[in-house]
């Protein structure tokens, strides 16, 4: 496929001199940001002072930030889902009826969203945001023109004349002044006087709506009885025309037979100068014979090319081949503008849609439509239909993929539409996962609801990465504004085990200087997830102690503590709390430690105080230097040995016994 | 591409670089006037900023963030030859209620005897670490081992460039299959024309950035230089900024035909140069996905570049300054997003695009009865729209700075057109 080559869009900066100063900028997810600068180092004294004192942010995607576009976006996300899910083993009819169905959905959700954008537009109070919606009816009414097209001769694939029927209804379909003009002159006192009365009949001709026209001849006929018979003439030639029927069985040669049957009556009246009396039935029996000279002369009713083609085509030819579609097209095009002006965009596209150059449609309509909506979905409904294969091209599926990824990644500048760009990106099976990765980590995590609604999508998908780094981030978060419970349950969610060390570290500390806990229902309830690291297993069972403790369970408690020491579990900064919280119980009417249990205690003290090598000089010299810590040595000492003694005279009251 | 907005810099002196954060809600600007900005965005859409302060004694080059991993970190690099690391600090002081945040220098990387001229945060899998580079040819990477104590960074490497260094990139691949790596740029335009870029690559076993490429083809001075998010390809994509924008791929040869242990030995090739900007190109950068770059250059425009589904290089659009003066006024008024979101503007494309072009035929006059006929006027050309945010001190947008005429440097002596 040959490049086309067209120059880049340029966006202006207002303020800045492009001549005198240079752009620094820097890409954000979704923006960009841009300012002017000096870059060269020698710059003139003069111009130190920034001329242009403001930064810009620069936006992709125009059309992402539209309110009524959104529902756009919003109802086509599903029906792309839908046509993902399609059932591959259909095949044949079904298939096609199916792709058929998606394609209207598209289009009426286009048609919806033009309905509103129109109305908005008429109810616009300054006339230049009534431009602009105006200018957007426009943008959505062409885009339906060429879907509607597109799906008329690639999903579709009419054949020779059901081809001209759908070509008819499509015209019908945007050539729609009749039906304003066909309500203004029957609503008027008198239809057949009326100074567009004529025009209609013409344009209700034009486009072959031939039942409506004999009607408005009656009508002329009741008003003026001089030329009553050659309105009951034309009239009769009018109801005879064949025309294939959907549900009419007859072949195409026999229409073909009875339409050239038709014609040569036509012309016959037209010999016998039956009309001569009225030039304007005259004219009407010339279109009927598909006169090009005449159809041109009603340039203005036609008001466009593919009209012209398609009402010289059903009064020339109406059993086309599609394989002929695009000879007629062609000269219908060169016919209507006459050398007086060139082509547009639009021009282009039909004529390659005429032509059968999908890949040409496509490239036409991203370099002319302002996003990439249109060409993405209607690029993958082709591939869809298996067209873009057909055709040969290696990069076919590739072409899908990336505009799919253009499409997806426009969303993702948007603060909701996002959520729609996910799904898009799942169905890109070469590059899909990895944009969706590089994008999903950007999202705002704004809020919680919004956090956890960014992390479900990655869980969902398998984004192990992209959540241990939501979650990091948000435990950081919560760390540094101090909500230590948020800050443990993120960095259990992150599996982050360096973290969950440090936030545990902060409870323990809290719990020194406060003596008591915060966020408990966490700590009670964190299972397995305790087993992160050594320092979240102690806090939680440190704070099962404290359970048991206010259960009056105090053997279990006693247990408890002493095992947090021996299995080493608790840093050896916190033993001294560890001990003096045993204390109380040491204190108690009843012996809770055993003498075994007193030994370790007692180990455990003496191993703190005597700050035996590699368990921390800071320790030991704390114990020495702080006159507290001293005396709670010799309390915990004295406790302990007057337990021991009751201890041993209980158990061994007890063996006795 | 459509200016969204334009903010009130409020610098007193050219701004050297503009960085948004990692979530695009807040950005960072930095200028002459030796202060770092901080802008944040609110919920309806306004950037306000919350933080401003001197941070240095020189010009600061450039200023950039920490993964939020991390916390929120800013590094700033100078004409004062120090890199500095910044933290914010939450607190419940005055500065919440006034919407003001406050940041804390954590620490100063004194290590340079000349102007830092870049600094990097490496790619967030190889934990808290930083490279600057200066104009005395040393690229020095730096490591914070606790990231909850960010006023102690050790200097871990020393990577000698013989060069006078400009710019940094670290490979942002994370992939086990690749070493963490670096790219240099060298601005060094003395005449003995020496190759320009440089790639270092860290070796396991050693525990040392080692040479692993020198890019021989790029002579000219470069300004600027950066690898493309990896997106799991199994080589490498690197722009250069220097008389011309050039993208390269760097495909790692495969080790068992390498000696084993050296460097990793790469096949690069050029796959695009393009010489647009007309002269000097001083900055390249990649957007998030890699799928597009940014150049900038002496002739004063930022162009895209992006590569199409056949893997052709384009440019795809053009940001330029459109030369006029700004004006207070006439520039306030539009704020409704809605409104400047329907501006059509044919930016996007297939190859490319085309502002302001017709798509149809304009239509005259409206017909009678015409709802949307398909032959009316499909685009207008596109009119800038543009919404001014501007605290409540900084309202007039005209000028508010007086010239300064010179200031006073108390480190550098040196003037800093010279030489450096």
Redesign the interface.
């Known amino acids: 496929?040959e490049?086309?080559d067209?120059?880049?869009?340029?966006?202006?900066?207002?303020?800045?001199?492009?001549?005198?100063?240079?752009?620094?900028?820097?890409?954000?997810?979704?923006?960009?940001?841009?300012?002017?600068?000096?870059?060269?180092?020698?710059?003139d004294?003069s111009e130190?002072?920034?001329?242009?004192?403001?930064?810009?942010?620069?936006?992709?995607?125009?059309?992402?930030?539209?309110?009524i576009l959104r529902k756009l976006f919003n109802e086509s996300h599903g029906i792309f889902i839908g046509l993902q899910r399609i059932e591959e083993e259909l095949t044949g009819k079904s298939r096609k009826a199916q792709l058929v169905r998606v394609s209207k959905n598209y289009r009426s959700v286009i048609r919806a969203c033009?309905e509103e954008m129109?109305q908005v537009a008429i109810a616009a109070k300054d006339p230049a945001?009534g431009?602009?919606?105006?200018?957007?009816?426009?943008?959505?009414?062409?885009m339906e023109?060429i879907w509607n097209l597109c799906e008329i001769l690639f999903i579709e694939v009419a054949p020779a004349g059901p081809l001209l029927l759908h070509l008819l209804d499509w015209v019908r379909l945007?050539?729609?002044?009749v039906d304003?003009?066909s309500a203004?002159v029957l609503g008027s006192e008198n239809p057949s006087k009326h100074e567009s009365f004529w025009n209609l009949v013409t344009v209700l001709v034009l486009q072959g709506r031939l039942d409506e026209a004999r009607q408005m001849l009656s009508k002329e006929a009741d008003a003026n009885p001089s030329c009553a018979s050659m309105c009951r003439i034309l009239g009769d030639l009018m109801r005879t025309m064949p025309i294939l029927s959907p549900g009419n069985t007859q072949t195409l040669t026999e229409l073909e037979l009875k339409w050239q049957h038709w014609r040569e009556e036509c012309e016959r009246h037209l010999q016998d100068s039956t009309f001569a009396a009225s030039p304007r039935l005259e004219a009407l029996c010339k279109i009927m014979l598909g006169d090009e000279a005449t159809l041109l002369e009603h340039k203005e009713l036609l008001?466009?090319w593919y009209h012209f083609l398609v009402t010289r085509l059903l009064y020339s030819n109406p059993t086309v081949k599609p394989i002929d579609l695009h000879f007629y097209a062609q000269s219908s095009l060169d016919m209507f503008l006459g050398g007086e002006?060139s082509p547009?965009?639009?021009d282009n596209i039909l004529m390659a849609a005429f032509e059968f150059d999908i890949h040409q449609v496509?490239?036409e309509c991203?370099?002319?439509?302002?996003?990439?909506w249109f060409?993405a979905h209607l690029t993958d409904l082709l591939d869809h239909c298996r067209l873009l294969q057909s055709h040969n091209l290696y990069?076919g599926s590739?072409?899908r993929?990336?505009?799919l990824?253009?499409y997806a990644?426009?969303l993702f500048a948007h603060h909701s539409l996002w959520q729609l760009g996910v799904d898009y990106f799942d169905y890109c099976p070469e590059?899909g996962r990895?944009?969706l990765e590089?994008?999903i980590e950007?999202?705002?995590?704004?809020t919680e609801q919004k956090a956890l609604k960014v992390l479900r999508i990655c869980e969902q998908r398998q984004m192990t990465?992209q959540v241990r780094?939501i979650c990091?981030?948000l435990a950081?978060?919560a760390?540094?504004?101090?909500r230590l419970g948020s800050a443990l349950s993120w960095s259990i969610r992150a599996k982050d085990a360096a973290f969950a060390t440090?936030v545990s570290d902060r409870f323990l500390r809290d719990y020194c200087e406060r003596g008591c806990f915060s966020d408990l229902d966490l700590i009670d309830n964190l299972g397995p997830a305790m087993m992160l690291s050594d320092r979240l297993t102690f806090l939680g069972k440190y704070r099962e102690f404290h359970r048991l403790y206010g259960e009056k369970r105090f053997a279990d408690a006693a247990s408890l503590l002493l095992s947090l020491m021996t299995s080493q579990i608790a840093p050896r900064s916190f033993w001294m709390t560890l001990l003096t919280d045993a204390l109380p119980l040491l204190e108690q009417k009843q012996v809770i430690f055993s003498s075994e249990q007193t030994y370790e205690l007692m180990r455990c003290l003496e191993d703190l105080a005597s700050g035996r090598p590699g368990c921390g000089e800071l320790d030991a010299q704390r114990l020495q230097d702080d006159d507290i810590e001293t005396t709670k040595v010799e309390m915990l000492r004295l406790a302990l040995a007057r337990n021991l003694a009751r201890a041993i005279i209980r158990e061994g009251s007890l063996e006795g016994s | 591409?459509?200016?969204?907005?334009?903010?009130?810099?409020?610098?007193?002196?050219?701004?050297?670089?503009?960085?948004?954060d990692?979530?695009?809600?807040r950005?960072a600007?930095c200028s002459?006037d030796q202060s770092v900005k901080v802008?944040d965005k609110s919920?309806s859409g306004d950037?306000h900023c919350t933080a401003s302060w001197k941070t240095h004694s020189g010009s600061v080059w450039r200023v950039t963030w920490a993964h939020?991993?991390?916390?929120?970190v800013l590094a700033s690099c100078s004409f004062d030859r120090t890199a500095a690391v910044w933290e914010e600090i939450?607190g419940e002081s005055n500065d919440k209620l006034r919407g003001q945040s406050h940041w804390v220098k954590r620490t100063t990387l004194v290590d340079s005897r000349t102007s830092v001229t870049d600094v990097k945060f490496a790619p967030?899998h190889m934990g808290l670490m930083l490279a600057t580079c200066s104009a005395d040819g040393i690229v020095r990477i730096y490591e914070a081992p606790d990231v909850?104590n960010l006023s102690q960074w050790s200097l871990q490497h020393e990577i000698s460039c013989k060069l006078s260094c400009s710019c940094i990139s670290w490979n942002p691949s994370?992939s086990r299959a690749h070493s963490p790596m670096i790219a240099v740029g060298s601005d060094d335009s003395s005449p003995n024309a020496m190759a320009k870029v440089q790639i270092f690559e860290y070796n396991e076993n050693t525990r040392k950035y080692a040479k692993a490429e020198t890019l021989m083809t790029v002579t000219d001075p470069v300004?600027d230089i950066a690898f493309a998010?990896n997106?799991?390809r199994s080589f490498h994509i690197l722009a250069i900024a220097t008389k011309d924008v050039r993208i390269f791929t760097l495909k790692p040869v495969r080790k068992e035909l390498t000696s084993s242990g050296g460097p990793t030995k790469f096949e690069i090739h050029i796959v695009a140069q393009f010489d647009n900007h007309n002269s000097?190109v001083?900055?390249v950068?990649?957007?998030?996905?890699g799928?597009v770059l940014?150049s900038?250059?002496?002739?004063?425009?930022?162009?895209?570049w992006k590569a199409?589904?056949?893997d052709?290089w384009?440019?795809?659009?053009?940001?330029?300054?459109?030369?006029?003066?700004?004006n207070g006024t006439s520039?306030l008024g539009n704020s409704n997003?809605?409104?400047?979101?329907?501006?059509?503007?044919?930016?996007?494309?297939?190859?490319?695009?085309?502002?302001g072009?017709?798509?149809?035929?304009p239509l005259d006059s409206p017909?009678?009865?015409?709802?949307?006929?398909?032959?009316?006027?499909?685009?207008?050309p596109p009119a800038?729209l543009?919404e001014h945010s501007c605290d409540a001190d900084s309202a007039n947008l005209q000028?508010?700075?007086p010239?300064?005429?010179d200031r006073s440097r108390p480190l550098n002596p040196l003037p800093?057109?010279e030489g450096?």
């Not at chain 1, 431009?131 to 062409?142: G, K």
């Not at chain 2, 384009?314 to 700004?326: A, W």
Request: net charge positive; hydrophobic share 35%.
């Open positions: 496929m490049e086309l067209c120059e880049p869009a340029i966006t202006w900066i207002p303020g800045v001199n492009s001549k005198k100063k240079q752009m620094c900028f820097d890409w954000g997810p979704g923006e960009m940001l841009l300012c002017e600068t000096s870059f060269s180092k020698k710059v004294t130190k002072v920034p001329s242009c004192p403001f930064i810009y942010i620069v936006r992709k995607d125009v059309d992402v930030y539209s309110q033009m129109h945001s431009r602009q919606f105006s200018s957007q009816v426009s943008i959505l009414s062409a023109l945007h050539v729609c002044e304003s003009l203004d008001s466009n002006s547009e965009p639009l496509i490239k991203s370099i002319a439509l302002s996003n990439w060409v990069f590739n072409m993929e990336f505009l990824l253009e990644s426009g590059l990895v944009s590089l994008h950007r999202i705002p995590l704004n990465e780094s990091k981030i950081m978060k760390v540094r504004n101090n440090l | 591409m459509f200016v969204a907005r334009s903010i009130a810099a409020d610098h007193k002196d050219l701004i050297h670089d503009v960085s948004f990692f979530h695009g809600r950005m600007t002459s802008w919920e950037w939020p991993e991390f916390g929120q939450v967030k909850m994370s300004h998010p997106l799991g000097q001083w900055r950068s990649w957007n998030i996905t799928t940014a900038s250059g002496d002739d004063g425009c930022v162009r895209l199409n589904y056949m052709n384009k440019c795809t659009g053009i940001l330029k300054g459109n030369g006029s003066p700004v520039q997003p809605s409104l400047s979101s329907n501006t059509p503007n044919l930016q996007n494309s297939l190859h490319g695009s085309s502002a072009r017709y798509f149809f035929p017909r009678a009865g015409s709802r949307w006929s398909s032959c009316a006027q499909l685009l207008p800038p543009v000028y508010p700075h010239r300064r005429g800093e057109n450096v």
